[in-house]
Nanobody, 122 residues
Framework: QVQLVESGGGLVQPGGSLRLSCAAS????????IGWFRQAPGKEREGVYC???SITATVKGRFAISRENAKNTVYLQMNSLKPEDTAVYYC????????????????????WGKGTLVTVSS
């Protein structure tokens, strides 16, 4: 059975850091690009960042994604967090991180986690 489970969310102060995990079962994460998304209250789900197949780590601004293949897990490191980063964060397994990677329709329904809540507040 294919499953993705996010964890690591919580309450963090502005300027703080948080690392989210995305653990998979039933398939190998390394065979997929992994997109991280977030959805704030009242807003649409949006792409945060993506890591391509067989890429071990990548950084963009305040966000970094890395893989730990031995644990079949992908991490999203978030730094210098702001109140506007408050959202439910999701990971999803997809074909690649090319143009349109943040189109949620590219990801099969079985290849989404249920999300983890990140709250940035003092």
């Amino acid at each position: 059975q294919v499953q993705l489970v996010e964890s690591g969310g919580g309450l963090v102060q502005p300027g703080g850091s948080l690392r989210l995990s995305c653990a998979a079962s039933g398939f190998s994460l390394d065979d997929y690009a992994i997109g991280w998304f977030r959805q704030a209250p009242g807003k649409e789900r949006e792409g945060v960042y993506c890591i391509g197949k067989s890429i071990t780590a990548t950084v963009k601004g305040r966000f970094a994604i890395s893989r730990e293949n031995a644990k079949n897990t992908v991490y999203l490191q978030m730094n210098s967090l702001k109140p506007e980063d408050t959202a439910v964060y999701y990971c999803a397994a997809g074909p690649d991180c090319g143009r349109g990677w943040d189109d949620t329709s590219r990801y099969g329904s079985d290849y989404w986690g249920k999300g983890t809540l990140v709250t940035v507040s003092s």
